[in-house]
Every structure is written in structure tokens, then in C-alpha cells.
């Protein structure tokens, strides 16, 4: 016996129509209600997604941005001050100031020079305070200038004196006396 | 609203996907009564039924995007409401309606019911007695919602061939059961299958 798949043609048709007539007699009515809650929830689902798609701005992004800021300023101001932008260094020295300025004392008497835009001592600072500062850079060159100096010649100087305590010391080490006595036993043991 | 009345279902869905809200009330007013029928024929309580309406369309508006041009609306809803269907039912953890392919025609309900219904008429009552509940969703789909065996293979997940299977396996256990439904006599030339199954309704007993 074949086994069919698909039904005898009439009697599908008349399944067909049983079936769909007592479906429709127990057909629910349309629901209003349910009509606009469901829109109600839709519309809600969809103000809530275009919340989430808005950007807002999150406390890390700000803490992140003000790091980066204050990153920056302090960078920022580091170069400057390095490169002696707050004039920690004058690099300007007055007219005829030279070596051998630290050895002469200077008076100023009158107005300062190499430091355009005064015309007029200034009172605030002391004289002589102004004075060393003037002349600082050049003492120190002076003074470093002799010290390398000193140096130089004494890099040799204790070299023999060196060398004679490395040689106390080494015949400390040795025991010459030892060898000696070696040397005599055997001496008078030979014959 | 005259014009959306106008339209059809997948020329409302592209209005919809571009923001219309208008389009898809449009589509929830065509749908609401098949897809709250189906649910409340598959899901069994009333007071669930309009819940899980709701549920199909609210997830439908949100899987919006993934309906592709070129495909049909229909098929698709039934499909977000059959798989809601199918949550609803294994939340209830109603083993007697599990949907799973190897398990078999539920246990047909005791005589008295059967007579009740019967009396009643109500023929889908029977209908849900005497077949598996994937049966059940293959016949509604077929005789009630008219889709295609092809599509109700989209909506199950099954194959076509499947589909066919189930279909006259439904038939099959369905018809003994449908005499005291006949009210009009037979189409001429109906004969018994081949096979030996139940006597057409033209040599059957009428009212």
C-alpha cells in the first residue's frame, strides 16, 4: 500500500472549511484597551531607547579630561621653567664684568648698567646685596676655573706617596722572615 | 489613516522601521485578533493571553530592524508569537503541552469531557485534544491563518517536509473525531485512503 502525504483534494477542502468556520465563531472581538497598552509600551520602549542613544556625559569622562588638563599645564609649565622662563638664570651680564671682577670689589655709585630700562638705582635692594648678585656668576666661574686647576695638578700628587704605603704593606703580607729561615734550614742541612 | 488602511503590511513595516508610529499601530490593529486568537487557543488561560499580546508586539517593535525587505509580515509576526508561545508555556513548565518532536499525542481527555466539548461544538476544543501541540500550531496555521506550508515551516523552525508530515499525521488522528461535526453531506467522489484510514465523512453517521 501506498502512503499518501497530501489528502484526498475534496476532503481537505472540507476539513479546511470546518476548521476555519469554528475558529471564526470563537473569534475574540478586537480590544481597544489592549490596542492603545500595547502603543502605550511601545512608545515607552522607544523614548527609552532614544535616552540610551543620547550622549551623557559620565563623571569618568570628565575625571579623565581634567587629568589630562592638569597633565598638560604642569608639562607645560615645566619647559618653562627649565628653559628659564621665570629668569631663575640672566644669561645678560653687565658691560665690562669679566673674570677678574670677583677679586675687585665694584662700587655702584651710580645707576646700574647692562639692565635695560633702569635709569635710577634701586633703593629696595642694598647695594651690595645687588652687587654680589651682579657679580655670583662670575665668582663662581673663577672658583670653579681654580678648582679644576688644583685638581689637575694634584691628580699625580700622592701617587709615589701611594706607592710606598702599598709597599709597606705588601712586604707586611709576605713573609720574607719565613722565606729566610727556609733558606737557612736548608742551607745547613746540606752538606 | 485612511492611506495606512491602504497600505500594505510590508510597505507599513519600512514606515515603521523609518519611525512611523502611526504604520505600526496600523499593524498592531490588523494583527491583534489573530495573533491574541492563536495565543489564547496555545496558551490555554485568557488572563495570560492579553499579556503575551502584548509581549509579541513589544518584542516585534524592537526586532523591527531585522525584518528584511522582500519578506512577508505575516509569517513573521506569527513567528515572534509562537516563540513568545513557547517561553510562556515552559515557564508554566505545563508538561502535557511541551513542545518537543518526540513526544506524543496528548492522552485524549476523559469521555465525559470528550462529550461535553462535543456538545458544545467546539471543534477545536477536540481538535487540541486528539494532537500533539506542535500539530495543533501546524493545523491553525494551515486552515485558520492560511499560511503556506513553507512558511509555517518558517514560524516552527522546521522543515517543509516536516511540515507536510505533521499535517497528515493531524488529519489523520483528527478525522474519526469530526462526524458529529458534519452538517452537509460529503463532496461526491470522496473515497477511503489507501491506507485503510478513517471512512470519509460521506459513509459516515450524520445529524
Not at chain 1, 484526498?8 to 472540507?14: E, K, L, M, Y
Not at chain 2, 510597505?11 to 522601521?17: F, G, K, N, S, Y
Not at chain 2, 500550531?137 to 518558517?154: C, D, G, K, P
Request: net charge positive.
Amino acid at each position: 500500500m501506498t502512503r499518501r502525504i497530501l489528502p484526498n483534494g475534496a476532503q481537505d477542502r472540507w476539513l479546511a472549511s470546518l476548521l476555519k468556520s469554528a475558529a471564526e465563531a470563537e473569534r475574540p472581538a478586537f480590544s481597544p484597551e489592549l490596542h492603545n497598552r500595547i502603543l502605550r509600551q511601545v512608545l515607552s520602549a522607544q523614548a527609552d531607547h532614544v535616552r540610551r542613544l543620547e550622549p551623557t556625559p559620565s563623571r569618568r569622562n570628565l575625571q579623565l579630561w581634567a587629568v589630562a588638563i592638569l597633565a598638560v599645564c604642569s608639562s607645560t609649565l615645566l619647559a618653562v621653567w627649565l628653559g628659564g622662563g621665570f629668569g631663575q638664570r640672566d644669561s645678560r651680564v653687565p658691560p665690562g664684568a669679566n673674570g677678574k671682577m670677583a677679586s675687585q670689589p665694584q662700587s655702584f655709585g651710580g645707576p646700574l648698567r647692562g639692565f635695560p630700562g633702569t635709569s635710577a638705582p634701586t633703593p629696595a635692594l642694598g647695594r651690595q646685596s645687588l652687587q654680589k648678585l651682579i657679580t655670583a656668576p662670575d665668582v663662581t666661574a673663577e672658583q670653579v676655573k681654580t678648582a679644576l686647576q688644583e685638581l689637575e695638578e694634584r691628580r699625580w700628587a700622592s701617587l709615589d706617596q701611594d706607592l710606598l704605603v702599598a709597599g709597606e704593606l705588601l712586604k707586611k703580607q709576605i713573609p720574607l722572615g719565613l722565606v729566610a729561615q727556609l733558606r737557612d734550614g736548608q742551607a745547613e742541612k746540606l752538606p | 489613516m485612511d492611506m495606512l488602511s491602504l497600505m500594505t503590511d510590508e510597505e507599513l513595516v519600512c514606515r515603521a522601521q523609518a519611525g512611523c508610529m502611526a504604520s505600526f499601530g496600523e499593524l498592531v490593529g490588523r494583527y491583534q485578533v489573530p495573533i491574541r486568537h492563536f495565543l489564547r487557543r496555545k496558551c490555554g488561560t485568557r488572563e495570560d493571553t492579553d499579556d503575551l499580546t502584548q509581549e509579541t508586539f513589544l518584542r516585534a517593535y524592537k526586532k523591527l530592524w531585522s525584518f528584511h525587505r522582500g519578506a512577508e509580515f505575516r509569517p513573521w509576526i506569527f513567528t515572534v508569537a509562537y516563540r513568545v508561545a513557547l517561553n510562556a508555556l515552559r515557564r508554566r513548565r505545563l508538561a502535557n503541552l511541551g513542545e518537543t518532536v518526540t513526544s506524543g499525542p496528548v492522552a485524549p481527555p476523559p469521555r465525559c469531557e470528550l462529550e461535553v466539548a462535543e456538545e458544545r461544538g467546539r471543534l477545536w476544543d477536540i481538535v487540541q485534544a486528539q494532537v500533539t501541540p506542535i500539530q495543533f500550531t501546524v493545523l491553525w496555521l494551515f486552515y485558520v491563518e492560511q499560511l503556506s506550508t513553507r512558511h509555517i515551516a518558517q514560524v516552527t523552525g522546521k522543515s517543509e517536509g516536516a511540515v507536510k508530515t505533521l499535517l497528515c499525521r493531524a488529519r489523520k488522528a483528527l478525522l474519526p473525531h469530526l462526524r458529529p461535526f458534519v452538517t452537509e453531506p460529503a463532496p461526491n467522489g470522496v473515497t477511503a485512503e489507501a491506507d485503510g484510514g478513517p471512512v470519509p465523512p460521506a459513509e459516515g453517521a450524520r445529524r
